[in-house]
Every structure is written in C-alpha cells, then in structure tokens.
C-alpha cells in the first residue's frame, strides 16, 4: 500500500457485555452470518457505543459462541459486545431487543465480570417435535440408540463426507407424546441433553442416528428449538444457566 | 358462509397467510430465509380494512430483487396512503416452485404470506427482458390465468413496469396493462382510479378502460395491430373510441417533493447490495446512443443537497446500514456532487459509514471525488467506461472520451493507491470491426503502462469486462442490426489472443466477456412484437425461468421455442435480431411515446454512421430531442436555492 494505515483514534472498550438472544418462528431459518448482519444494523439503529477494531476495515467487537444450524430455533445463542461508554445491562436489552427484526429476540443481559464464559457452555438441551409419526415406534427408536455404545453417522460437508460418533455426547434422550399439530396429525417431542463438543453432534445428526438403529423415518421435517445452552450438572443431568457467576458478583 | 356486511366494500377473498403450509416446504430448499420476510421496516397492515390491495413483483430471486430502488419507492409511496397495502413478491427459485406446485401452494408475498392471487393489482418491475419468463411462472403459482384475456372480475389486474417495459408488447398477452416511466405518479393514478371503480362495483373491462383513457397507461387489448404480407407492421390502431392513439410515459418533476424511500426494508437474506440507495437524480443526456436508460428518462432532475443528505440521515437511522450508495446513471454529474460528497464525507467518515458513487465517467474529477468518499477506507478498485475500443467507435456511440482522457483519468488513480481499475466496454457496436476491439487490447497495456510509472509498481491490475450490445427500442440504434453471436464471439476470442500474446502485461490484464447468446434472446425480447408473446410463453414451458443467470440459461431451449412458436409467420430469430431497420418502417413501439422524436433519433443514428456527436444539453444548448416539448417538461439543476434570512 502506497498509504499509509488511518491514525483514528481507536477507543478502547470500557466494559464487555454478554448476551442471550433467542431465534423464533420463520427467523430460524436465517443463518449464522444473517443474524451477525441484522445485529450489527440493530447496535446502529439503537445507538450502542460498541468499541471497534482497528485498521481500513473496522469492525464492531462482537464474539459469538457456537450457533445454533440453520433452521433450527433456539431460546438460549450467546455474544459478548465490548462498548467505548457503561451501559445499564437492562436498559440496552430493553432498546436492542427493540430494533431486532421480529423474530429474533433479547432476552437476557449481563456484564461480563468472569472469565472462560465460553467454556461454560457444556451441553445443550434440545427439543426437536416430530410431525406424523408413531409414538411407539419412536420411543423404540430412542430405545435401541441408548442400548448402544456407538453409532457412527455420516454427516456431507463441504469437501465430501465424515463420519460422526454420536452416541457419547448424548446424556440424555425422552421421547413423550405431545398435542396433535393444527392439521390433527400426531407429534413426539424428542428431548435430548447433547454435550457441546467439537466437531459438534446437531439435531440432524441425533435423528440420523436414530434412522440408523431405529429406522426412524419422518415425512414432515421436524421443529427444532435449543432450549438451553450451559454447564452441565453431572448427576442430575440438567443444562444450568451460563450467567451465574457472573451474576454472583 | 360470511355475514352480510353494512360496508359498501365488495367482499374480497381473505385465505390468510399460507405460511404454516410454506414453512414445512423450507428446510427442504436452499436458502430458505429469502421467503420468510420479517424485515426490519417491512409494512403489515389490516388487510379487511384496505381499499386497495397492491402486490409488487421484482420477477428474480429476493437477493437481486429486495435491493430494487423502484420497488421499494413504490413500496413506500403506496403503503402512505391510508386505505392501500402493498406487499412485495420475488421469483420463487425452482427447487421450491416444484414443491410449491406438488403440495399446492400459491405465489405468495414476503410480508404476510398472502397468496398473489387475492390482491386487487400486480405491479411487475422489468429491469431487464430476462425477467418476462419469471413473471409467468409467478402468474401460473398464483393461479392467475397466464392469458390477460382469460383472466375475470376475481383476479388481480397485471401491470408491467420498468424500463424493460418501455416496449411492452411482447408481454401484451399476459400484461393487462403497462405503465411507462416514472412510477411516483402513476401508481397513486391507478391507485385512486382502482379505489373508485371498486366503490362502483365497475367490471374489470371497464376498469381498464378507465386506465386507458388516462393517457397514460397502456391497455394492450384496446389496440390493434396490423402487419404487411412481408412480415413488417402495417399499424397499430385502438379499437375502442376515446382510447389515444399514443400513450405517454411519465415523468416525475421536483424530485425533493418525493424523498423516498424513507424507510426501505432491510433484509434479514443476504443481498446483492447492502446499503441505503439515495437517487440523488433522475435522466441523463449524455446522448449515448446505446443507452436505453438515458434515452428514456430525460430531462435530468436533479435532488437538492438538503434533499440528499435529508433522505441519507434518515435512512441510516431507519435502516443501521453502514454504507449509502448515490445513485444515478452517472452520479459524478450532479452539478452539486462535490460539495455533496464532501459534506456526506465529512459528517460520515468517523461514524465507520462508507459511500460509494456509481460512476463511470472518464475523467480525473470522478478520481477525486473517490478519493474525497474513501478518506479512511481501503482504495480497492475504480471502475471507468469508455465502452468502446477505438476512437472511431467511440464517436459512433456519442462517448466522447479519447484516449488520453482514459490514460490522464488512471494515472490520477494509480498515482493516488488506486490498485485495480476495471475497463468496460462493449462488442457488436453498430459497424463495428474486428480492428476496433483489438484496440482494446492495446489500450489495456497503454494503461497498465502508465500505471506502472505512475504508482512506481508492477503489481498492479486492470480489468477489461466486455458486454454485448444490444440494440434497444427508443434509442437511436432501435434501427440497428444486432451483431450475430458468432461475430460477437469471434471478436472477442480475437481480443483474448491479443491480451494474451504480451507476455509482460498478460498477467496484469483480467478479461471478463460473456458469450453472445443471451445477448440474442435479449435483442428478440427487446425489440419484438406481438408475436413473441408466444415465443416467451413456449420457452417458459419448455422450462425458462431465471434467464439472467447463466447456469440456468439455455440458448437452445429459446430458439426452439421461437422456432415451433413463430412458424407461419414468415419472421424469425434473426429478422427481429440482425436484420437493420428501414426508416419508414413502423416500429412495435412507435406508438408508446418516449417523448424523443422518431425524427430525431433518426437524424442521430444517420449522425452515427458519419461518426458524428451531440452534445449533452445540461451544458449546450437544447439539442431538440423532443422529449421536452412533448411531455412538458424541463431540465431541473442545481445549484441548491438556501433560505434567505
Ligand atoms: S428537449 Fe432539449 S433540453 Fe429537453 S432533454 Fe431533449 S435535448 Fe435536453
């Protein structure tokens, strides 16, 4: 470069943020990078004093722990934002919540006090409804997964195919009836407890699994929502809430 | 059974959203998001308590259509007035349209998932004749009879829009109307004469007689046409009385009485362009003589500063977009821009807001002004125009560049950390010879030559990109014969050797061309008739959808279709493509009224041939294009009038 680099004053962040964002309804079909863009238009709309990066091309300072797949909804996604002014926790929910498109949603904040934030995202609590299908045979499905130590799945990426261990990040999986859909037909709520590991186990996945050792097979696509994302409580087997500690203090 | 009602309203179909039905069809399609909606700014309002119900199409995918600036005006202006909702629609891709079709959904809006069918009016915007065939597979989803003559009192009444419905003929049979120009005005016309008829209880035939009359909208059906044993147009007649002779395009004046959009939707999809567009004018006259777009928008209107820097603060904050775009067919010729640059640089540049300036013009001024818009932004590439390859073409098409503008022009930017710049020109030009695009190939390295010396670095770029031409209605080349496919490629293979031969300049010189085949179905759409109708309807049954995208594209498909569809007729391809006009000849569109002057476009493709120029009338004096006269207008320009204290 024939320039040299811009000498703006770049402003350091004063505090660091951590947000929960929730992805409802016909949003869940936008993907990871559509929701970092309808973000970053919403700090603008709503004003946030967010800290930037340096150089020709500065970018907000946003971190984002692992997202959720495309088509799939979720109530518990996280960022951290680091911002040149304090602001209320609260307050900046409230007013960022407010200029997110419909669909997407704020639902919790708090200041970042503690560190490894990522870390504690363990496990995931999934929630996948399955349309047109057999209670029983699903629960045999479910059944026969469990009673295996490994099922390996194939999962197609970019560059071709890999094979996938599925059964050992699953600490838990249910599979009780729920209410009919409005067109009458019957639905199984699958719940399953997935630890969050890389490369990660997703829903398509689980159901694949299942397709595998139960011959699982679904005609509608499923509805599929992360209800929680957090440390994992060993003994219980529950998803806690990743803004404890920093709530604590 | 639905209970009377003591509202004179007719009672109109209210399915719903057909969104529950949609939503299981998505996680099977790519990029499912396009079809949700949920922008940011999108409107939603109370469908039973509407007058008058619009449903605008930008017939492509959602990622080239959502950014439309045209749709989104109207989209705003029509959604201002209290008793009418608009809603938009896109081109459903084909993997999604195959299970629309399956499970029996219908062409839907992107709001409120409204099937297109029950709206009262389908405005469809054509930037570009590859869209036609889209809009009939929308039509067919929505369960609108394809044929405008087989359509009833209970469907929507089809109007085409754009500038690629400046010559709407061949889509007379599946528009019932076409609107010329500029939308503003004339979609509140329509609007205001829809909401009456309504309240009357009018029929559909009487409607559009209504729009007729006007003026300034046309109704295909109330003409009649009329062609010589030998294939050519003996007359275009209307068959009702008190329908004109001539319909007029609009044109809209004072443009900072219309600041929109506002607000425009901001997608959650990606998009072709992510930016808040401000139209900071309308028209050119630069008398290209290529050039539909400048030919069929004069005069030039030009937006005030306060006007511009109004609409882009707004919008910014409506939208959160981090870059504006200034719009226009040649934005450098604002005779304010300047100063609008620099004030928009200035209030901007630390708000991390970029601006950019679609501009072509070859000249040291357009550099600065780049500069002035990237103070503290990464100088990537700059983009000039000289559209033709040699100085004898150059006059020919009226772009009075020479080539030490074009050498003076990127020396300026390669001395100012420019490090690409990008070359556009054009093949098949009317008399065209092979030598005239070698030429390009000699410029290129004159370029990179100077670049070299200018920037003191051998790394830099130059790309040469290469459409084909193709002539186009209401332009002094609508005489023209378009140059065959063979000829257009056989040159440009020609100019490929040349850039490649140079072995010190090979590597810094990019070629971007595409083959002259759909440049051939461009030239047929563009400059048929009545009887392409069936060209585009066979071709869309044979599968054409998405003609602007070259991988789904087929050459074949579109002659076969013409082939079986114009049989009899005595005309084929190449007589609407590459056969040269006579001036007595009438032409589909002579009478849809542009404001030029046949006379006058006559004289400039005669002046063409002489290698002869015009000049811009905004700094010469008026050059009698007619279009003045004709529609009552006049050139609208700065400088910006500040209230006297
Ligand atoms: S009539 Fe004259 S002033 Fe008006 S656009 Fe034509 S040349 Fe320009």
């Known amino acids: ?249 | 059974m639905s209970a009377p009602t003591t509202d004179s309203r007719p009672m109109t179909p209210n399915t719903g959203s057909v969104f529950s039905r949609l939503e299981e069809l998505l996680p099977l399609v790519s990029k499912p998001v396009q079809y949700v909606g949920g922008e940011v700014n999108a409107v939603v309002k109370d469908w039973d308590a509407m007058n008058v119900r619009w449903a605008l199409m930008y017939p492509d995918a959602y990622e080239v259509g959502a950014p439309n600036q045209g749709v989104a005006i109207l989209y705003e202006v029509l959604n201002e007035q209290a008793d009418v909702l608009c809603e938009r629609t896109y081109a459903v891709w084909p993997d999604l349209e195959a299970l629309m079709r399956e499970h029996g959904v219908p062409q839907f809006s992107i709001e409120n998932h409204r099937p297109i069918g029950e709206f009262d009016l389908m405005g469809v915007s054509f930037s570009t004749e590859l869209g036609y065939t889209n809009m009939l597979t929308a039509l067919d989803l929505a369960g609108i009879p394809l044929h405008a003559v087989d359509r009833t009192d209970a469907h929507p009444i089809v109007i085409a829009g754009g500038h690629a419905a400046f010559n709407p003929e061949p889509l007379s049979m599946f528009v019932d109307a076409a609107v010329l120009g500029d939308g503003e005005e004339a979609v509140l016309n329509i609007t205001a004469i829809v909401r009456q008829a309504k309240a009357e209880g009018a029929s559909r035939d009487e409607i559009l007689l209504r729009l007729a009359r006007t003026g300034s909208i046309y109704v295909p059906k109330f003409y009649d046409v009329d062609y010589l044993d030998d294939g050519r147009i003996r007359r275009v007649a209307p068959n009702r009385e008190d329908v004109p002779w001539r319909v007029a395009k609009h044109t809209l004046m004072d443009l900072d009485n219309w600041p929109y959009p506002k607000a425009p939707p901001v997608p959650v999809a990606e998009t072709v362009h992510e930016r808040m567009s401000v139209e900071i004018f309308r028209g050119c006259t630069r008398g290209c003589r290529f050039c539909q777009a400048g030919m069929i928008t004069r005069p030039v209107r030009e937006r005030s500063i306060d006007g511009i820097r109004a609409i882009v603060k707004g919008g910014l904050e409506a939208t959160g977009y981090e870059e504006v775009g200034l719009l226009s067919l040649s934005s450098a010729d604002h005779s304010e821009i300047a100063e609008i640059a620099k004030s928009l640089a200035d209030e901007y540049s630390e708000s991390q807001t970029s601006l950019s300036l679609p501009s072509t013009r070859v000249d040291a001024f357009n550099v600065d002004l780049a500069n002035e818009l990237t103070r503290n932004g990464r100088r990537s590439g700059l983009t000039f125009a000289p559209e033709g390859g040699s100085e004898r073409m150059r006059k020919v098409i009226n772009k009075m560049v020479t080539e030490e503008d074009l050498i003076r022009t990127v020396t300026t930017a390669y001395a100012n950390g420019w490090r690409q710049v990008k070359l556009y020109f054009m093949c098949g030009l009317p008399t065209e010879e092979d030598e005239d695009v070698l030429q390009i190939a000699r410029m290129a390295k004159e370029v990179i030559k100077a670049g070299r010396i200018a920037s003191g670095k051998r790394d830099i770029r130059c790309t040469v990109s290469i459409g084909g031409f193709v002539p186009k209605p209401h332009t002094p080349f609508q005489w023209a014969g378009q140059a065959p496919h063979e000829v257009t490629d056989a040159r440009l293979h020609l100019l490929k050797e040349a850039i490649r031969s140079d072995r010190d300049y090979a590597k810094a010189i990019g070629f971007r061309y595409h083959d002259g085949k759909p440049g051939i179905v461009e030239g047929l759409l563009s400059r048929g008739d009545r009887r392409i109708g069936a060209v585009i309807e066979q071709a869309w049954r044979d599968g054409a959808r998405f003609d602007g995208w070259s991988e789904h594209f087929r050459y074949d498909r579109w002659m076969k279709a013409a082939e079986a569809a114009l049989a009899g007729t005595g005309v084929d391809v190449d007589w609407y493509t590459t056969r040269e006009r006579t001036q007595a000849e009438v032409l589909p569109w002579d009478h849809l009224d542009s404001g030029l002057d046949k006379e006058w476009l006559w004289e400039d493709w005669q002046a063409a041939l002489d290698a002869d120029s015009v000049e811009d009338c905004r700094w010469s004096p008026c050059s009698d294009c007619g279009v003045c006269d004709q529609m009552g207008t006049f050139i609208q320009m700065g400088p910006t009038r500040t209230e006297e204290a």
């Open chain 1, 1 to 249: 470069m024939s320039r040299p680099q811009p000498d703006r004053e770049v402003a350091v962040a004063v505090q660091k943020l951590r947000l929960c964002y929730a992805k409802r309804g016909r949003l869940r079909f936008a993907s990871h990078r559509d929701f970092q863009r309808a973000l970053e238009r919403a700090l603008r709309r709503a004003n946030v004093p967010m800290a930037f990066s340096a150089g020709f091309n500065p970018h907000p300072k946003i971190s984002y722990a692992n997202a959720a797949p495309t088509g799939t909804a979720s109530e518990a996604e996280y960022f951290e934002i680091g911002v040149v002014e304090k602001v209320d926790p609260d307050q900046l929910r409230e007013v960022l919540d407010h200029a997110m498109p419909d669909g997407f949603h704020i639902v919790d904040v708090v200041e970042a006090s503690t560190p490894d934030f990522v870390a504690r995202l363990e496990a995931s609590l999934w929630r996948i409804r399955l349309v047109d299908v057999d209670g029983e045979a699903v629960r045999a499905a479910v059944a026969a997964f469990l009673a295996e130590e490994r099922v390996e799945v194939d999962r197609a990426t970019k560059d071709g195919h890999r094979t996938l261990e599925t059964r050992h990040v699953v600490v838990s999986l249910d599979a009780p009836d729920g209410a009919p859909d409005d067109r009458g037909r019957p639905c199984v709520i699958l719940t399953a407890v997935v630890r969050n590991e890389t490369p990660s186990v997703r829903p398509d996945d689980l159901l694949n699994a299942l397709r595998l050792v139960g011959g699982l097979a679904l005609v509608v696509p499923p509805e599929v929502t992360r209800l929680a994302q957090g440390p994992l409580d060993p003994q219980a087997g529950t998803v806690g809430d990743p803004f404890a500690p920093d709530r604590a203090r």
